[in-house]
Nanobody, 113 residues
């Protein structure tokens, strides 16, 4: 079955960087668009970035120019490079395949001085 395992979160100071990873299994990874979502305390889950099977990308306005999504089809992994982090980026980050219902456990990102 579809499995998604996020990692790479942590506590970072404003202006810092983190690289999130999502290891996928149970489907033909290279054929699917991959999304990164986040959910901050008390807020709805929001789409942060996506990358299509062809490598096209799209970003939420709030992260454009600071975050970069990429994928390694040989490793069945999607990444989210996050630079110039702000306190408002604090959230649990999840990856997801739009075609499937499965969510991973998420990885916590906290941005604070």
């Amino acid at each position: 079955q579809v499995q998604l395992v996020e990692s790479g979160g942590g506590l970072v100071q404003p202006g810092g960087s983190l690289r999130l990873s999502c290891a996928a299994s149970g489907f033909t990874f290279s054929r699917y668009t991959m999304n990164w979502y986040r959910q901050a305390p008390g807020k709805e889950r929001e789409l942060v970035a996506l990358i299509t099977f062809a490598g096209s990308t799209n970003y939420a306005d709030s992260v454009k120019g600071r975050f970069t999504i990429s994928r390694d089809n040989a490793k069945n992994t999607v990444y989210l490079q996050m630079n110039s982090l702000k306190p408002e980026d604090t959230a649990v980050y999840y990856c997801k395949v739009p075609d499937f219902l499965t969510w991973g456990q998420g990885t916590q990102v906290s941005v604070s001085s």
